[in-house]
């Protein structure tokens, strides 16, 4: 199987894809992801928007809503599936430490 | 103050090119349609400019772009949903927090977006360009129309090969900004991917 051109999944997406189990807009992503990583990962407008605009490309995040007239996102089980497969390489790897 | 910028073909060297203003305590206020005009005003805060640059978008994901930019404190200074280049200014918080990118893979992206940018900028001037030489526009032939000039001998060829190079120089200002507008946005496109390799 030819490989998905966003695995393995970058710090940002990963982060991105856990902070979508519940649904927020671009801005709410970013705060939620700054209380996560204990302020390590601080995202950037840019980043966020490539990275949303191209996990919603491939149906990993959905548009579950409008908040004003920002989009609100949400985790597809596209995208739990591809978490599930990130986290047992993860496991692996640690297993090995 | 008002200040155009003329041959500033890469996008990176325009970016600076305008934060050296803001860095001198100005911040822009406007930038006109054709995108090489800004107008700057004195401020006491300090501000930073970036230009990013965008695939065309449908209109809801422009409004989409737009809104959480803002968010993250950008305001939008000039730009369309197909200009490709897009004008953002904030207040300096620091550098980390100035940047439009965080992460190596949308750095790389970035740069990317540029290297097409530069490209499809250059064809229309490269095309031109290869018509030119093509029509022989670019030989001595063609810009000294001074009959028989190549035949003359001594001072008498001097004095009229001085006389119509100012002219022939004119001839030649047209298609020397259309050569050099394709060399430059080559050189910005090797510039770019240079950038790119090393993220």
Known sequence: MKKHP?????????YILIALQEPLHGYAIMQ???????????????????????????????????EGRRKIYHITPEGQRILAVEKARLVHLLSLY | MKKTNWFRINVLKEEQWLNGFL???????????????????????????????????????FEEYKLMYED?????????????????????????????????????NYYKQLMNYSLM???????LSCILFQQGTLSPD???LTRGLWDMEGS????????????????????LIVIGSAILSLSAYYEYRKLQQQV
């Not at chain 1, 966003?6 to 990963?14: D, I, R």
């Open chain 1, 6 to 14: 966003l695995l393995p999944l970058s710090e940002t997406m990963h």
């Open chain 1, 32 to 66: 939620k992801i700054d209380e996560l990583s204990e302020g390590a990962v601080h995202l950037a407008a840019g980043t966020l928007y490539g990275a949303l605009d191209n996990m919603a490309k491939y149906d990993w995040i959905e548009q579950v809503g409008l």
């Open chain 2, 23 to 61: 860095q001198q305590g100005y911040k822009i206020t406007k930038v006109t349609s054709w995108r090489s005009g800004f107008v700057f005003e004195k401020t006491s805060q300090a501000y930073v400019v970036r230009i990013d640059c965008q695939k065309a978008m449908k209109k809801e994901a």
């Open chain 2, 72 to 108: 993250f404190g950008w305001s939008y200074l000039q730009g369309s949903r197909s200009s490709g280049k897009h004008y953002w200014q904030k207040v300096s918080e620091g550098q980390e927090a100035d940047q439009l990118f965080s992460d190596r893979q949308s750095t790389k």
């Open chain 2, 121 to 127: 900028f250059a064809l229309p001037f490269f095309v």
């Open chain 2, 142 to 144: 063609n810009m000294y």
């Open chain 2, 156 to 175: 008498l060829f001097w004095k009229a090969f001085l006389f119509e190079t100012p002219f022939a120089l004119l001839r030649l200002f047209c298609p």
